[in-house]
C-alpha cells in the first residue's frame, strides 16, 4: 500500500497566522478566517480550535 505525503491530503486542514495592519488574523487552506485579533497569541488559538489541534 502506497504512503500518503499528509500535506498532499485535501482534507487536511493546514491553518496560519497573516498580519493586517495593527491586526493578525487565521486563515485555513479550507478558505475558513477567523476574526482580526490585535493578539497574536489569539489568532493562533483560533487557528488551532478550528483545526483541532
Known amino acids: 500500500m502506497a504512503h500518503q505525503d499528509e500535506a498532499a491530503d485535501p482534507g487536511r486542514h493546514t491553518a496560519t497566522t497573516t ?3 495593527p491586526f493578525c ?3 485555513c487552506s479550507c478558505g475558513w478566517r477567523g476574526p482580526a485579533r490585535r493578539a497574536r497569541s489569539q489568532a ?3 487557528a488551532k480550535n478550528h483545526t483541532g489541534e
Open 44 to 46: 493562533r488559538t483560533d
Open 19 to 21: 498580519e493586517q495592519g
Open 25 to 27: 488574523v487565521a486563515r
